[in-house]
C-alpha cells in the first residue's frame, strides 16, 4: 500500500489573482523612488528603498511589512521577506538602507527572480501566535541558498480565537500577490509549511484557498480585496486539525489504554468511539483504488473491524516495514523513544526527528519546552513497550516488540509485517496521554478550548459530537456538562459566526470531502506533503489518515506525499535525512517538474 497520489497529466494552474493582481485591483502612486508602488486604502506595497543587506548569508531582507490596514494586533500582523541576493541590485542610501531594483536574469539553484518559489513558515504550536520577526534571521539561508524567496508572516494565536490565526495568514499571502510586481518571487507558487498547530494551520490554509468563510474576517483587519489567499503546495508536520471529529477518533484508537475512569467517564468514551463510526461510516471515504472505507462492529473493542480499520492497520503495518527497511542492523535503540535513533554512529535510525526551533525563525511563545507550549494536559498512562540496547538483527527487534505477548510477525523472505490488530500496536506505543476530551476537555482547560473561545483568552467547548454524547447520557454527570456545552455553542463571534462554523473552518475536510457543505467552495493547494510520528499520542492516527483520504479523492489535488514514521512521536518526523533539506527537496520537486 503506498500512500501517495500523482497525477502527472495535470498542469499547474495559475492560480487567481496572481502576479498581475496589483495593477488590477488598485491604483498606484510613485514611491520616493520615482518606481511606481500600489496601494491598497492606506496599505502601502513593498518600498524597495528600504532593503537591507546580509553581506555574510547575501540576503536583502526587509521587516515590520504591514499587511493589513486595519490590524487587529499590530504587535503580531506584520511579515518580513527575505531574497537571495542575486535577484536584486542595491545602492546603498545615507541610512545604511537600500535601494533595490530585481535582476530578472540571475539564477539561483535554477531558479530567478521571476520563477523563485515562495516558502512561509507557520510556526505555532498549540495554536499560538507567530511572533513577527523584527531582524534578521540566519536560520533563512537554508532556504534563500535554495533560491527560494522566505516570507515570514507575524499571526495573531489562539488567545484570539480561531480563525484569527488563518485569517491573518491569509491576509499576509493576499499582500505578497497584491505587491508582486515590486518584490522577486513567483507568487504563483506559493508553499506553507510548518509542524503541529503550524501543521495544522498549514493544512487549513492549503485546502481553504479563497473561501468565502474567511472574507468578512479579512474585511475586518483590512486585508487585501479581490486577490487569491490560495497556495500551492503544503507540508505539515504532525498536524492537529480535523478537531470536528479528533475527540471520538481519540477515544476510538485509544480509549482502550486509559485507566481510572469513573462509569461515567467510561461511559463518554466509549460513546465517542461509538460515534466515530457513525462519522466514518458517514465521511465517504475511499482508498486510492475507489474502494469505499467504513467501521464495523466487532466481538472486540467498539467497531474495530470494516474496510476502515483494515486500512489503518495497513498503515502501522507498512510504517513498521519501511523503518526495517530503512534502517542498518545492529540497530541502537533509546529507552525513551519506544524505537527512535539514539544519536549519531553506526546502527542509528534514519531522519531526525527535529522539534521545530531549527527550522523556522521567530519566537517561542510562552518559553519552556516543546510540549508545555502544545498545553497538552497529560494522564499517567504509558506506552507498554519501552526499547532499550541494542539489536543485532531485524528478528532480534521483533523479538523485543513481541517481548510481552506476541502481536507482531515479520516474513523476512518479503520483507512484510503483519500485526495481529490495532489495540496491539496502540497499547505497545501510543497510549492516550490527553485526558477525556482529549480537544475540547471538559473542564475547558485545552488549547483548542482557547482557541474556540472568544477572543479573551478563556476557554470554550466546541465539540457538537461531545455535547450529543453527553445529552445522551442520562446521568447528573453527564447533563451537568451537556448544559455546559450547549451555552458555549451557541455563542456568536463579532461576525456572528457560533463555534460549529468556525470549527469546519478550521478543519481541511471541510473543502475537501464531497459529503461536507464546504466541498468545492475553495481553491485547494495542489500539492501537499505530510510526515507523522507513528508513536506519537497527541492524536489519533485517523487525523492524519482522514486528511490524507480525503486529499486523495479531491479533483483539484494532484500530488500528496504521505508517510507514518515509525518509532517518532510528536516531532518533524522524516523516515531519512532531515526537515529542512527534504521540504526544499519537495519544494523543488513540485515547481521545477
Known amino acids: 500500500m503506498k500512500h501517495r497520489k500523482t497525477i502527472t497529466a495535470m498542469a499547474v494552474t495559475i492560480l487567481a489573482g496572481g502576479s498581475a493582481a496589483c495593477s488590477a485591483s488598485a491604483p498606484a502612486e510613485e514611491d520616493s523612488s520615482g518606481e511606481t508602488a500600489a496601494v491598497y486604502e492606506g496599505l502601502s506595497g513593498i518600498d524597495n528603498t528600504k532593503w537591507q543587506y546580509n553581506e555574510e548569508d547575501d540576503v536583502w531582507y526587509q521587516t515590520g511589512i504591514a499587511y493589513c490596514s486595519n490590524p487587529a494586533d499590530a504587535s503580531y500582523e506584520t511579515l518580513a521577506v527575505f531574497v537571495p541576493g542575486a535577484y536584486m541590485s542595491g545602492t546603498e542610501n545615507s541610512d545604511g538602507t537600500y535601494t533595490c531594483a530585481v535582476t530578472a536574469e540571475a539564477e539561483v539553484n535554477g531558479y530567478t527572480a521571476v520563477t523563485a518559489p515562495v516558502v512561509m513558515p507557520i510556526n505555532t504550536p498549540g495554536y499560538s501566535a507567530q511572533a513577527p520577526l523584527t531582524d534578521y534571521s540566519s536560520a ?14 507575524g499571526c495573531r494565536g489562539r488567545d484570539a480565537g480561531a480563525p484569527a490565526g488563518v485569517t491573518d495568514l491569509k491576509a499576509a499571502i493576499r499582500y505578497i500577490r497584491y505587491t508582486a510586481d515590486t518584490l522577486p518571487g513567483d507568487t504563483n507558487s506559493i508553499f506553507t509549511f510548518g ?18 468563510m474567511y472574507d468578512a474576517y479579512l474585511k475586518e483587519i483590512g486585508a487585501v480585496e479581490g486577490v487569491s489567499d490560495a497556495v500551492l503546495g503544503s507540508m505539515c508536520w504532525c498536524p492537529i486539525t480535523n478537531l470536528d471529529s479528533a475527540d471520538a477518533a481519540y477515544e476510538w484508537m485509544m480509549g482502550t489504554t486509559r485507566t481510572g475512569l469513573s462509569s461515567d467517564e467510561q461511559a463518554v468514551s466509549d460513546q465517542l468511539a461509538r460515534y466515530f463510526a457513525e462519522y466514518v461510516n458517514n465521511a465517504g471515504f475511499v482508498d486510492e483504488n475507489g474502494n469505499a472505507l467504513t467501521l464495523e462492529e466487532s466481538e472486540e473493542g467498539i467497531y474495530q473491524a470494516g474496510s476502515y480499520y483494515e486500512y489503518l492497520k495497513g498503515m502501522i503495518e507498512e510504517s513498521l516495514e519501511n523503518f526495517l527497511e530503512d534502517t542498518e542492523f545492529p540497530y541502537t535503540a533509546s529507552a525513551s523513544g519506544g524505537g527512535q535513533m539514539d544519536g549519531p554512529g553506526n546502527g542509528e535510525r534514519p531522519g531526525d526527528g527535529q522539534k521545530p526551533d531549527g527550522d523556522f525563525p521567530g519566537e517561542k511563545p510562552d518559553g519552556g519546552n516543546f510540549e508545555d507550549m502544545d498545553d497538552i494536559t497529560r494522564n499517567d498512562t504509558s506506552s507498554g513497550i519501552s526499547l532499550d540496547g541494542t539489536y543485532e538483527t531485524v528478528q532480534d527487534y521483533i523479538d523485543a516488540l513481541n517481548a510481552d505477548g506476541e502481536w507482531v510477525s515479520y516474513d523476512a523472505s518479503t520483507g512484510t509485517v503483519t500485526i495481529k490488530d490495532i489495540a496491539s500496536f496502540v497499547q505497545a506505543f501510543k497510549t492516550a496521554s490527553k485526558n477525556l476530551g482529549a480537544f475540547d476537555q471538559l473542564d475547558r482547560g485545552q ?24 445529552s445522551s447520557i442520562n446521568s447528573v454527570f453527564a447533563n451537568d456538562y451537556a448544559q455546559e456545552y450547549d451555552a458555549d455553542l451557541m455563542k456568536t463571534d463579532s461576525v456572528g459566526n457560533t463555534a460549529e462554523t468556525r470549527v469546519n473552518m478550521y478543519t481541511p475536510l471541510y473543502w475537501l470531502l464531497s459529503s461536507e457543505d464546504g466541498y468545492e467552495t475553495g481553491t485547494p493547494a495542489k500539492y501537499w506533503r505530510i510526515r507523522t510520528g507513528i508513536n506519537q499520542s497527541d492524536c489519533a492516527l485517523c487525523t492524519e489518515a482522514d486528511l490524507l483520504l480525503a486529499l486523495q479523492s479531491s479533483s483539484s489535488v494532484a500530488d500528496v506525499d504521505f508517510e507514518t514514521v515509525w518509532g517518532q512521536g510528536h516531532t518533524m518526523a522524516e523516515r531519512s535525512g532531515n526537515s529542512t533539506d527534504n521540504f526544499i527537496a519537495w519544494v523543488k520537486e513540485c515547481t521545477q517538474q
Do not use: C, R, W
Not at 533563512?140 to 508572516?153: E, N, P, Q
Not at 509542524?195 to 468565502?212: H, I, K, N
Not at 488549547?447 to 453527553?470: P, Q, R
Open 140 to 153: 533563512v539561508k537554508d532556504y534563500t541558498d535554495a533560491g527560494f524567496v522566505y516570507v515570514h508572516a
Open 195 to 212: 509542524m503541529s498547530g503550524g501543521g495544522a494551520q498549514s493544512a487549513v490554509v492549503g485546502a481553504s484557498g479563497d473561501s468565502p
Open 447 to 470: 488549547g483548542e478550548n482557547t482557541l474556540f473561545g472568544y477572543g479573551d483568552g478563556s476557554g470554550a467547548h466546541f465539540d457538537t459530537i461531545l455535547k450529543d454524547v453527553l
